[in-house]
């Protein structure tokens, strides 16, 4: 049987909103529910459910004791649809323990972090839109402070690993100091950078020798289609000396200059703030001249590589890593590279006077020797002679070319694998070589700058496999202008001049006699030394290097005064190191 909801009788108020007062105060009596409980509330009280028709009850033969008892003693909570009793917080009952739990702040702990430490720190610790913006800021400060610490730390660390291969080139000088030798003055770096001097045009007084055309297929050349290096062994090279220069002699007789050099001698020089390792210049004052030389089994004959890098070599001499193999790899990789880079069909520019090193009937090199004069002041000019390998012809004009070897001996010293990236990322192939040998890439962009080339060909040549230093094959050829190539790897012309004017007007200072100026081995400065007469002769007894240390100087005719050396006993020591 269904029961009938009875609604109760609804007074009327004819006067205003609402009942009126004695209607309400009849209807408190007489329309409440019986046997409800009821309890005041307050606003942060939270209403719950009045009924819930979808919550399911225990059995009633299960255990009364787990049963939930009525809280307000209003009969069987399993026979009464209006269960409150599992709904506390239905009708809370006013009493002082709720009112002393009351708290107006939310004591309930954040929730968890949803997208990190950057989401925590804004919801923990919320700020105006300024104070985040410092707070951002110094965050960033104190990150960039703690990336500069860890910058030290591997520099530092770097430099701790090396410091073994930098005292063993540090402190290895390139000519042994003697001890009746007195130190005259020393020559900081730092003065050199310092300085700036410009010269005008300089003109040509002489060219000797003949040189073979550019081979321009090779330009071509990738890493995909590479060309196996060539060796040239009928072919001269001669690296002669200034006062064994028969044209130099000539000049100097003719009162053509004052100050007299070759463009190795004067690049060294040019480039000497950039120079790690040891080297050293004869300079010889004969009444008011001045000649720059260098020694028999100079270092300057040879290549460095390198020289630069952060990245140690081995030390052992026998090694075909160190620093004396490597070099001797690379002068001669440069020889071979520069001859085979080009037309050999017997077709050649010949100048105004043959090689003046080479006996008749010998087959030299393609090279040309350019005599130039500078002019240093009103009473004083510089002649020096500088060297181009090849020419080429440009919309019907000619133009000379210098021809250099960059090689790879081992990519894991480098950390740059040419094969892979030098026909994708040939830029970074360059960094790195400039990194690493900033001093020898230099120098031969001061020899171009010199000898007035109108472009320089550098190639790049690598073992055909790491431990085999003795065949290599060729990568690729690149062409740069040499002032441009300057400009890039900030090489400044003026600052260059600079150095050389500073120390020929020290040196013309000096009184007449023979001097050495060294580039100190374990500082960045150069010293003058006033040695004998006959010192680096023949005659001259002095601690010579070890024999593995020294390059077989030329061999000279002592009737005619010229120097007839070859420089092709770098292969035979390119041999006897593989050996």
């Known amino acids: 049987m269904v029961g009938v909801f009875e609604v109760a009788a609804v007074p009327f108020n004819p006067d205003g909103w609402g009942p009126p007062d004695s209607a309400a105060a009849a209807s408190t009596t007489t329309t409440l529910p019986l046997h409800v409980p009821f309890a005041p509330f307050s606003r942060s009280d939270k209403l719950g459910r009045i009924a819930d028709f979808t919550r399911s009850f225990p059995s009633s033969n299960a255990n009364p004791s787990n049963r939930p008892s009525s809280r307000h ?99 290895k000088s390139s000519v042994d100091i003697q001890p009746e030798w007195n130190m005259l003055d020393q020559i900081p770096f730092s003065t050199f950078s310092k300085l700036s001097f410009s010269v005008p045009e300089p003109e040509d007084l002489l060219i000797c020798g003949a040189l ?117 790899e690379a002068a001669y990789i440069n020889q071979n590279f520069s001859q085979q880079v080009l037309v050999r069909d017997g077709n050649k520019v010949s100048f105004d006077e043959p090689n003046p090193f080479a006996n008749e009937g010998d087959e030299v090199a393609s090279v040309a020797y350019r005599y130039r004069r500078w002019k240093l002041d009103n009473d004083m000019h510089l002649v020096a002679r500088c060297e181009v390998q090849s020419v080429v012809d440009v919309n019907n004009q000619k133009s000379f070319l210098t021809l250099n070897a960059l090689n790879e001996f081992d990519p894991k010293y480098s950390g740059v694998d040419w094969r892979q990236k030098l026909e994708t990322q040939r830029g970074a192939v360059l960094a790195t070589e ?7 890439l230099a120098k031969w962009t001061a020899q171009a700058i010199l000898a007035n080339a109108d472009l320089m060909k550098l190639g790049y040549v690598s073992r055909v496999h790491p431990r085999d230093h003795f065949n290599h094959v060729i990568l690729g050829v690149v062409g740069y202008k040499p002032r441009d190539f300057a400009a890039q790897i900030n090489l400044n012309t ?86």
């Open 212 to 328: 073979e055309y550019y081979d321009r297929s090779f330009d071509r050349i990738t890493p995909k289609n590479e060309r196996r290096l060539e060796r040239f062994k009928n072919r001269n090279f001669f690296k002669v000396t200034t006062t064994d220069d028969p044209v130099i002699r000539r000049l100097a007789n003719e009162d053509k200059a004052t100050v007299f050099a070759t463009d190795t001698i004067l690049s060294t020089l040019m480039c000497a703030p950039r120079s790690v390792y040891s080297w050293d210049i004869v300079i010889q004052r004969v009444g008011n001249k001045l000649f720059f030389d260098k020694r028999d089994g100079s270092q300057l004959d040879l290549l460095s590589v390198h020289e630069t890098s952060q990245e140690p070599l081995p030390e052992a001499k026998d090694d075909i890593n160190s620093a004396y193999s490597l070099s001797v």
């Open 434 to 440: 400039l990194k690493n040998n900033a001093n020898k």
């Open 494 to 579: 003026a600052n260059m001049w600079g150095i050389v004017k500073s120390v020929v007007d020290l040196c013309m200072k000096l009184n007449e006699g023979k001097y050495v100026l060294v580039k100190d081995p374990s500082k960045p400065q150069v010293r003058i030394y006033e040695v004998p007469a006959d010192a680096f002769e023949n005659d001259y007894v002095e601690e010579p290097l070890p024999e593995e240390e020294q390059v077989q100087p030329p061999t000279e005719d002592a009737e005619d005064g010229e120097a007839n050396g070859t420089t092709n006993d770098v292969e035979d020591k390119e041999i006897e190191a593989q050996n």
């Open 73 to 171: 003693g209003a009969g069987n909570p399993a026979d009464s649809p209006f269960d409150f009793s599992h709904d506390v917080d239905a009708f809370p009952l006013a009493n002082p323990e709720d009112d002393s739990s009351f708290r107006l702040v939310d004591a309930k702990p954040p929730p968890r972090p949803k997208f990190g430490p950057k989401w925590r720190f804004n919801q923990n610790r919320p700020q105006l839109p300024q104070r985040r913006d410092e707070e951002v800021e110094a965050r960033k400060r104190e990150a960039e402070k703690e990336r500069a610490r860890r910058d030290r730390l591997y520099n530092l660390n770097r430099s701790n690993q090396n410091q073994q291969r930098r005292e063993a080139a540090i402190f």
